[in-house]
């Protein structure tokens, strides 16, 4: 949060540890320990999603929605509090929709389309470096219809990572879709299936377990090896600088230059490349971009 040019933290609200005097109330649900560990000092992490629209959003339709659908599961619901032994709780809450949902004024009126993209970029850059007000549950989503060569309007959703991980959002994101072949219907994600053959002889099967334990004794020998490494490192072997080595003493709050810069890709060539390495989506994602990162690193600082 800021105030006057300076940036202020705010503290966990406190409460009692029952939700009121009644010795039958039921506790307010504690924190997990992952939930817990995102509120740290250092280890304060937001989600920050971008989802393109073929057509502008109807913010009342699009906050109907929200109330039927996304308000039911209960951390969009309740507020993270602290109790009097310093433990973090769930608290349910009345949300005010309006809270969460905003819809910014921008001035495009004489922006080509390309300024509408550096205008969108910059506007989730500056909201990378705020926080979301602990005095109500820790989401928001932000709609700018504004038209750029990507799409038709852009919404931002931003969460605070205690509310969940990547998994769990994104399960949580596709309930709140149907298909459009059937409107009553969730969507659901294609599951390949792979003939397997009752008919197997002896020497199949015995080649597949030598496989596999060979595939073991790699899994445990690199095991081995991560471990020993790590240890190394944290005793005496120093990581390689680079420029994005944190320097001792280095200010998180600090967020001067920061930018989002995405780009749009094929899913259709992410495909083939997955099929052709025998790979998973997630695999050739990482690898496109540790490929860009270090070709970036390498034409910038390569001397």
């Known amino acids: 949060m800021e105030c006057g040019g300076k940036k202020m933290v705010l503290k966990p609200i406190r409460i009692s540890k029952k939700l009121n005097d009644d010795d039958d109330e039921e506790e307010a649900i504690l924190l997990s320990p992952g939930s817990r560990m995102f509120h740290e000092p250092n280890y304060n992490i937001h989600i920050v999603a971008i989802m393109g629209w073929k057509i502008p959003l109807d913010i009342n339709s699009?906050?109907?929605?929200?109330?039927?659908k996304l308000l039911k599961h209960p951390r969009f619901s309740s507020l993270q509090v602290m109790d009097e032994s310093g433990e973090m709780r769930w608290v349910p809450t009345t949300v005010n929709i309006d809270d969460h949902v905003i819809v910014p004024q921008l001035d495009i009126s004489n922006n080509s389309n390309m300024d509408t993209d550096?205008?969108?970029?910059?506007?989730?850059?500056n909201l990378s470096?705020?926080?979301?007000d602990i005095s109500k549950p820790l989401w928001d989503i932000h709609i700018l219809n504004v038209k750029t060569s990507h799409a038709e309007a852009t919404s931002i959703f931003r969460f605070h990572h205690s509310l969940g991980d990547g998994i769990a959002?994104?399960?949580?994101?596709?309930?709140?879709?149907?298909?459009?072949?059937d409107p009553t219907s969730?969507?659901?994600?294609?599951?390949?299936?792979?003939?397997?053959?009752?008919?197997?002889n002896i020497r199949s099967l015995i080649w597949?377990?030598?496989v596999k334990l060979w595939l073991l004794i790699r899994l445990l020998f690199n095991t081995v090896v991560d471990v020993l490494l790590f240890i190394a490192t944290a005793l005496f072997l120093k990581d390689s600088q680079s420029p994005f080595t944190v320097a001792k003493g280095f200010n998180k709050n600090h967020s001067t230059g920061q930018r989002f810069i995405y780009r749009t890709v094929s899913l259709d060539d992410i495909k083939f490349i997955k099929n052709a390495t025998n790979a998973t989506i997630n695999d050739v994602i990482l690898g496109i971009t540790q490929a860009a990162l270090s070709r970036y690193i390498n034409r910038k600082y390569g001397n």
């Open 169 to 181: 959002l994104m399960s949580l994101l596709l309930s709140c879709f149907r298909k459009t072949s």
């Open 186 to 200: 969730l969507p659901t994600l294609p599951v390949s299936s792979k003939n397997k053959s009752n008919s197997k």
């Open 208 to 210: 597949q377990y030598i």
């Open 129 to 132: 470096t705020t926080t979301i």
């Open 118 to 125: 550096k205008l969108v970029e910059q506007y989730i850059s």
């Open 62 to 68: 699009l906050k109907a929605q929200i109330l039927s």
